[in-house]
């Protein structure tokens, strides 16, 4: 079984209607220097400099917000759909929601958090979301499960897209490769290069391969989340595998994106990475309160 990198990150939550979008990408040229270090992009960023992105309040409304239980376990649960419309004139790729549930006293008894729902939403366009917060004890309620309430926030964000360049693969766990060329996304983040090294094969023959990539946030606006993605591809330039890692960025701070995966050494010889980066902006948000009414059993 091919072994993969840990990941950092818990899954996020996912809504479920997904739409690919296909960015405009442009070819770099390569550049081999013949010495162990290695480069292969002058790519640079045709971003248009966006500091700031205009917010407003958009449109949403709970279509079905029912609870259920309890269930053997003593535990309430929730379904609570919506649908959000994109009345900003961005196209909207990642929602990212919160909420609290309430009881009969308005005291907060549970919620969630940071939940992330990867969209594509044209400007005008709605989607529909499925909110969930978990399981909470019904004897926080009081008996009283007919006053249960939720407050669901809901933030909107655009994305801007780059593709950074390539770098290759080092040949052996002796050398590293860089990717030189720095990068500046959406006038925000500022990419500094990267490095690429690769371990020694393990007993199965397989070989670790990171790439960590130095990144700055250069503005006062707080970011809620940066993307950095790497794919590895073959010498006859299909995919191996691929690596993402993300994180927010405070103003004016830097932080050092990690990724990496395994292959069988042989299907890295003459292999190369592909980088690119997302930034997320908020275009757009929501705050809602509802009761809930119990569910058929």
């Not at 003459?270 to 980066?277: F, G, V």
Request: proline share 3%.
């Amino acid at each position: 079984m091919r072994k993969r990198a840990a990941k950092k990150k818990a899954t996020r939550k996912k809504a479920t209607r997904k739409v690919v979008k296909k960015a405009a990408e442009k070819t770099d040229t390569a550049k081999f220097t013949g010495q162990s270090f290695v480069v292969i992009s002058d790519t640079q960023s045709e971003s248009l400099p966006v500091t700031k992105t205009p917010q407003g309040e958009v449109d949403m409304e709970i279509t079905n917000f029912t609870y259920s239980g309890p269930d053997s376990d003593g535990d309430i649960s929730w379904d609570l759909n919506a649908t959000v419309n994109n009345d900003t004139e961005h196209v909207v790729e990642l929602i990212k929601t919160s909420s609290l549930v309430l009881n009969a006293d308005n005291i907060c008894v549970g919620g969630s958090y940071d939940d992330e729902h990867d969209e594509f939403i044209d400007p005008g366009d709605s989607v529909s979301m499925n909110l969930n917060p978990g399981y909470i004890k019904e004897s926080v309620f009081g008996g009283q499960l007919d006053k249960n309430k939720m407050i669901v926030n809901a933030a909107l964000f655009r994305r801007e897209f780059n593709k950074l360049g390539e770098m290759k693969v080092p040949e052996d766990y002796t050398d590293c490769t860089f990717f030189e060329t720095h990068t500046n996304v959406g006038g925000i983040v500022d990419i500094m290069g990267a490095t690429c090294k690769r371990q020694e094969p393990d007993d199965d023959g397989d070989v670790s391969v990171g790439v960590e990539v130095g990144v700055r946030n250069v503005t006062d606006s707080y970011i809620e989340k940066v993307s950095l993605k790497m794919v590895v591809r073959d010498e006859e330039d299909s995919n191996i595998e691929e690596s993402e890692d993300y994180y927010h960025l405070a103003p004016h701070t830097a932080r050092v994106f990690s990724m990496s995966m395994y292959a069988k050494a042989g299907k890295l010889r003459n292999s190369t990475i592909r980088l690119s980066a997302a930034v997320f902006f908020p275009v757009g948000y929501k705050t809602i309160e509802a009761t809930a009414e119990e569910g058929d059993e």
